[in-house]
């Protein structure tokens, strides 16, 4: 019963593709491999909804969701779906972080005891340090607890720091000598711009960079706002009726700068092109943001993983951008998790291409980004062989 219940689901899921939004007219043969991409992940309940948006030379080829934003009530995912996107927050963090260093209001050397005076060896790290993941300092949602105790309640400034502050280790190796994912690092920095801007890491944002880029789908989300469209996050359940449940819940207070906005794939393709464009930060800071990090001695800090992740493998990580191959192709890009939620957002610069998949739950579907990278490719050549 739960199987038929299942597949009736995803039937209505597939009817509900109707929906599709196209900037352009997309070729016939990349709109036919995207939807049996989405296909596939709705007949194997990846995910009950998701997103796809693809860009090509500054036009958007494809916008189009698929599958389901919301279960109970039945609504369907489209192009404007807003889901939240986890650490592709982090570029953002990061840009603002760059902005308010052209502004002169802070500098990528500053140390982090000049913001945190108490916070110990705060005078070994630097912003720098921070934006690369060089700080050493432990990534605060990698310990014990914190999904069942910690995440749920809500945190400001002080109450977030003394939590980071309570790991033991505090530091995984020396400041600059080491390079290990942190969210930490990206919450101090959200809390270093409020200071530095003197206001909300989410009002910089929306001032210097949602507003007059036109992503009106895209904030620092906000649970307790009623927004339009936005999608429901789910966690995979197969022995539940529908294949899932609802996502266990997660106060964004612990996200924040980390990974707590929320947008759609229009906005993340405006996003991309402005960036790389040269229309959200300068020259030298857009090159400081995609430069590989170093360590202290010079080395580049893909060199020095602590607990390499099989999916680092040839990547470099920039100011909260990721850099490297990608079966054989250049990529500049980044993903993102959060409890209910999968996103990706890559560029190809060699191919001009920006893909973007956007998912409402965390599991396998969102490891997809590359299969739509090759398919968006081979239809792509297919066209211009024609």
Do not use: C
Not at 80 to 100: E, M, N, P, W
Not at 318 to 330: C, L, V, W
Request: charged residues 15%.
């Amino acid at each position: 019963m739960r199987r038929i219940l299942a597949l009736a689901l995803v039937a209505i899921a597939l009817n509900f593709s109707t929906t599709a939004q196209s900037a352009q007219a997309a070729p016939p043969a990349l709109e036919a491999a995207i939807d049996a991409f989405a296909r596939s992940v709705l007949d194997e309940q990846q995910a009950p909804g998701l997103s796809i948006g693809i860009a090509r030379g500054g036009e958007t080829l494809l916008i189009r969701g698929y599958g389901l934003a919301n279960l109970e009530h039945q609504v369907p995912a489209t192009g404007d779906t807003v889901f939240r996107i986890g650490s592709v927050t982090k570029q953002f963090t990061a840009a603002a972080i760059l902005l308010l260093a052209e502004d002169g209001r802070l500098g990528l050397d500053d140390t982090l005891d000049q913001y945190f005076p108490d916070f110990p060896r705060g005078s070994e790290v630097t912003i720098r340090h921070l934006l690369q993941h060089t700080s050493g300092i432990s990534n605060y949602t990698s310990l014990n607890g914190f999904m069942q105790g910690t995440a749920p309640l809500e945190h400001d400034a002080a109450r977030m720091v003394a939590y980071i502050a309570s790991a033991d280790p505090l530091y995984d190796f020396d400041p600059g000598t080491g390079w290990s994912y942190s969210n930490s690092g990206y919450m101090f920095l959200d809390y270093i711009a409020e200071q530095a801007a003197g206001q909300p890491l989410a009002d910089f944002l929306k001032d210097r960079i949602f507003d007059p880029l036109g992503m009106n789908d895209t904030r620092m989300d906000d649970a307790s706002e009623i927004v339009p469209g936005r999608a429901q996050g789910y966690d995979a359940a197969p022995d539940s009726p529908y294949g899932f449940t609802n996502a266990s819940y997660l106060s964004l207070s612990v996200a924040a700068g980390a990974g707590a906005i929320r947008s759609t794939p229009r906005d993340l393709i405006v996003w991309m092109q402005a960036l790389l464009g040269g229309d959200v930060v300068s020259a030298d800071s857009l090159a400081m943001m995609l430069e590989p990090a170093r360590l202290t001695d010079g080395s580049l800090a893909s060199a020095f993983l602590v607990d390499p992740h099989p999916a680092l493998a040839g990547m470099d990580y920039g100011f909260g951008i990721m850099t490297g191959e990608r079966h054989g192709r250049r990529f500049i890009g980044h993903g993102g998790s959060i409890n209910g939620f999968n996103a990706s957002l890559i560029h190809y610069p060699d191919e001009d291409t920006t893909i973007v998949l956007l998912v409402n739950t965390i599991g396998p579907a969102a490891r997809g980004a590359p299969v739509i990278a090759e398919a968006v490719f081979e239809a792509l050549a297919g066209q211009t062989a024609q």
